[in-house]
């Protein structure tokens, strides 16, 4: 039997940050993780850059994000917020940079580096980290949590943090354990919420095709312009964005590019025909129906029923100087217009703004109630000696930051009052 202070259990972003806070404040701590090295999440998080907070100054706003628990959350980031988490890192000799809606990453653009900061901070706290230890019980006595049994061994402690994150990317290690153990302990824990949700845009032309099925198309997702993944299947137009069991399905891939950075999609409704096939083919089009409208044609070139959406939107491209008119006649438009139409139809444009509902990238919304949690503090009102940290309460939040910013907050709140 070994006896702590302090027990931790879960060596990811909040783990690691309750572990050193409360070393730091010279507990003797015990960090407990099942995998072979800590923090093998937040190594991944961001595409690797790691979205490490966002830099919304206003406290109000901020917290808006987190919908219903917003109420909860004041007291932890009056203690510690997104300022805190700035000061932390950088003094740290990791500097933060700000880019697009405010998300904040190490300016190297390493998450590594998060982790080596994180690393040293319960290093310097001489926590003792014990890897590839397996949880199999908390054990209670007297009201209280008296100790817990991994690999056959038994661990004491005064006080214990639950830090083991929720069921996103179980490959880190994230199977939802801590859920299970709460749920044994008698709290009332929510069950995420599925990954599969459709995907919010930015463009117009999408919403004004509301029920329209876009079938066969391919459709490529791009990081900060670069590609990063490429989908063929049939997508449902939405008023909001894009549905269908295709997006469905790539929901979680897309939720975690967001949180890497800006994405956007091209839609290719051509995806059998390369730019030169399309062309001729829409060029025999022209041939057969010189004296039509563009309008009157578009169906034969286009899927039928985005007229009255992507007609306006070709309008308003430039060609040379001027957009192509819906009312233009087949035998006046030049080989440029041609060409952009074809361009157009091989890559239309969407800006992906979100996931309807949650974001899956780093947790769904399920977790421990927070009505069952002093927020002031993050111990459980069942448990005096029992702290619940990061994605195993139950609290919405979309991508940019927010996620990690829960995991710094809550965790050094546990680690200060543990």
């Not at 999440?41 to 850059?49: A, M, P, Q, S, V």
């Not at 209670?140 to 008296?146: A, E, F, M, R």
């Not at 309008?295 to 070709?314: C, D, R, S, Y």
């Amino acid at each position: 039997m070994q006896d702590f202070d302090i027990i931790v259990i879960g060596g990811g972003a909040a783990g690691m940050m309750a572990a050193g806070r409360a070393a730091e404040r010279g507990r003797r701590v015990l960090l407990l993780e099942k995998n072979k090295n800590l923090g093998e999440k937040l190594k991944i998080t961001g595409g690797g850059r790691c979205n490490i907070t966002n830099a919304e100054e206003d406290e109000q706003v901020l917290l808006s994000h987190y919908g219903s628990a917003k109420s909860f959350l004041h007291s932890p980031f009056s203690q510690f917020g997104v300022k805190d988490t700035f000061s932390f890192f950088e003094s740290r000799g990791l500097p933060l940079v700000v880019q697009a809606r405010k998300r904040a990453f190490p300016k190297t653009e390493r998450a590594i580096d998060v982790f080596k900061v994180l690393q040293k901070y319960i290093q310097q706290g001489r926590v003792e980290v014990r890897t590839g230890m397996n949880v199999e019980r908390i054990n209670v006595l007297d009201g209280n949590i008296s100790h817990v049994i991994a690999n056959g061994e038994k661990f004491t402690a005064t006080s214990f943090i639950l830090a083991t994150g929720g069921k996103s990317h179980p490959e880190t290690g994230s199977t939802g354990d801590g859920f299970s153990w709460l749920t044994l302990l008698g709290h009332a824990v929510k069950e995420p919420t599925p990954t599969m949700v459709p995907l919010a845009v930015q463009e117009e032309w999408v919403k004004k095709l509301a029920g329209v099925s876009l079938s066969a198309v391919r459709i490529n997702f791009l990081l900060e312009g670069k590609k990063k993944m490429a989908l063929k299947g049939n997508i449902l137009c939405t008023h909001f964005g894009l549905s269908g069991p295709l997006i469905l399905n790539a929901a979680g891939d897309v939720a975690d590019l967001l949180h890497a950075g800006a994405v956007t999609a091209q839609i290719d409704v051509h995806p059998r025909e390369d730019v030169g096939a399309l062309d001729k083919r829409i060029t025999a089009v022209f041939d057969m129906h010189k004296n039509k409208t563009l309008k009157n044609v578009w169906n034969e070139i286009a899927p039928v029923g985005t007229g009255h959406a992507l007609l306006p939107f070709l309008e308003g491209l430039p060609a040379g100087k001027a957009g192509i008119s819906p009312a233009i006649k087949v035998h006046s438009i030049t080989k440029e217009q041609r060409r952009q139409i074809v361009d157009l139809l091989k890559a239309l444009p969407v800006t992906i703004t979100g996931l309807m509902g949650y974001d899956r990238a780093v947790v769904a919304d399920g977790g421990l109630s927070l009505e069952e949690v002093d927020t002031r503090t993050m111990r459980s009102k069942r448990y005096a000696n029992l702290y619940v940290t990061g994605d195993l309460l139950h609290i919405s939040r979309p991508s940019g930051g927010y996620s990690l910013q829960l995991c710094w907050t809550t965790g050094y709140v546990a680690g200060s009052n543990v």
